[in-house]
């Protein structure tokens, strides 16, 4: 079975820098584009950025030059460092991960479980 894990959401002032930290974990056979998403409260998910395996990543203006995503293939870890926060970056966090387990030939997207990010003074 595979899941993925997030932390490091919390509660920050506007200005301030969180790091979220997600790890894929199970019988993993490969791991493709992994990527950061984002739900505000009545908004539909949305894009925040993305890393394939080779390191090559894609974010969207609204936090392009203030996020920063990368990863550790040896870990199945990916990272977002969030600088300058804004109120408007407040929402539920979600990992994403294209990968194929073991027990299968075919790849999926896989979820985590979400963290809260509050961007609040």
């Known amino acids: 079975q595979v899941q993925l894990v997030e932390s490091g959401g919390g509660l920050v002032q506007p200005g301030g820098s969180l790091r979220l930290s997600c790890a894929a974990s199970?019988?993993?056979?490969?791991?493709?584009?992994m990527g950061w998403y984002r739900q505000a409260s009545g908004k539909e998910r949305e894009l925040v950025a993305t890393?394939?395996?080779?390191?090559?990543?894609n974010y969207p203006d609204s936090v392009k030059g203030r996020f920063t995503i990368s990863r550790d293939n040896a870990k199945n870890t990916v990272y977002l460092q969030m600088n300058s926060l804004k109120f408007e970056d407040t929402a539920v966090y979600y990992c994403?991960?294209?990968?194929?387990?073991?027990?299968?030939?075919?790849?999926?997207?896989?979820w985590g479980q979400g963290t809260q990010v509050t961007v609040s003074s």
């Open positions: 994403n991960a294209a990968l194929r387990p073991q027990y299968s030939g075919l790849f999926r997207n896989y």
């Open positions: 199970g019988s993993i056979a490969r791991i493709n584009d």
């Open positions: 890393i394939t395996n080779g390191g090559s990543t």
